[in-house]
Antibody
Framework: EVQLVQSGAEVKKPGESLKISCKGS????????IGWVRQMPGKGLEWMGI????????RYSPSFQGQVTISADKSISTAYLQWSSLKASDTAMYYC???????????????????WGQGTLVTVSS | SYELTQPPSVSVSPGQTARITCSGD??????AYWYQQKSGQAPVLVIY???KRPSGIPERFSGSSSGTMATLTISGAQVEDEADYYC??????????FGGGTKLTVL
């Protein structure tokens, strides 16, 4: 069974750093991109960025470029999302998800996310 | 920036058919995907590539797409289908976008 298991909930103060994790199992971790998605309280899903654990190639949504860092350690099948200085506005649920993708000659790149991790709740409050 | 537009809410009685729409300029050339998110849970894929149903998803869930609009249909909606539903697609460069979400109420 393909599974993504995320690290537990975090409570931090503004200005602190944080690194949350997402461990994959049941598939070849280095062969699929892993994406991170933010969900602020009561709001929708926002794509943050993706990483290919095979070579650590990373892409960021323009909205999150420079705000977070995505990394991976393929030796332990784990992807990370980190902040160097948290803000109250970073309070949200964060999900990781495996990206399935292929190239279609007519439609171009095809991709979607499945499955998702259970989510990590990050609360930033003074 | 590319946008996928969904209605904020849809309400049906149990046993009725619920239809949730998603509009986007790139949908004529890109697949639509649908995720179900029940309260306090992670999203779950219910439709991929416009109309395909993953293993384990009930047959009452179906999808279609025509022009710039994709539709998720739940035939004979049940109380347990009450959730937020998000469409997902990509733009011509393969960038990722979610719709704003639709809250489905079944009562």
């Amino acid at each position: 069974e393909v599974q993504l298991v995320q690290s537990g909930a975090e409570v931090k103060k503004p200005g602190e750093s944080l690194k949350i994790s997402c461990k994959g199992s049941g598939y070849s971790f280095t062969s699929y991109w892993i994406g991170w998605v933010r969900q602020m309280p009561g709001k929708g899903l926002e794509w943050m960025g993706i990483i290919y654990p095979g070579d650590s190639d990373t892409r960021y949504s323009p909205s999150f470029q420079g705000q977070v860092t995505i990394s991976a350690d393929k030796s332990i099948s784990t992807a990370y999302l980190q902040w160097s200085s948290l803000k109250a506005s970073d309070t949200a649920m964060y999900y990781c998800a495996r990206r399935i993708n292929y190239y279609d000659s007519s439609l171009g790149p095809i991709n979607w996310f499945d499955p998702w991790g259970q989510g990590t709740l990050v609360t930033v409050s003074s | 920036s590319y946008e996928l537009t969904q209605p904020p809410s849809v309400s049906v009685s149990p046993g009725q058919t619920a239809r949730i729409t998603c509009s986007g300029d790139a949908l004529p050339k890109k697949y639509a995907y649908w995720y179900q998110q029940k309260s306090g849970q992670a999203p779950v894929l219910v439709i991929y590539e416009d109309s395909k149903r993953p293993s384990g998803i009930p047959e009452r869930f179906s999808g279609s797409s025509s022009g710039t609009m994709a539709t998720l249909t739940i035939s004979g909606a049940q109380v347990e289908d009450e959730a937020d539903y998000y469409c997902y697609s990509t733009d011509s460069s393969g960038n990722h976008f979610f719709g704003g979400g639709t809250k489905l109420t079944v009562l």
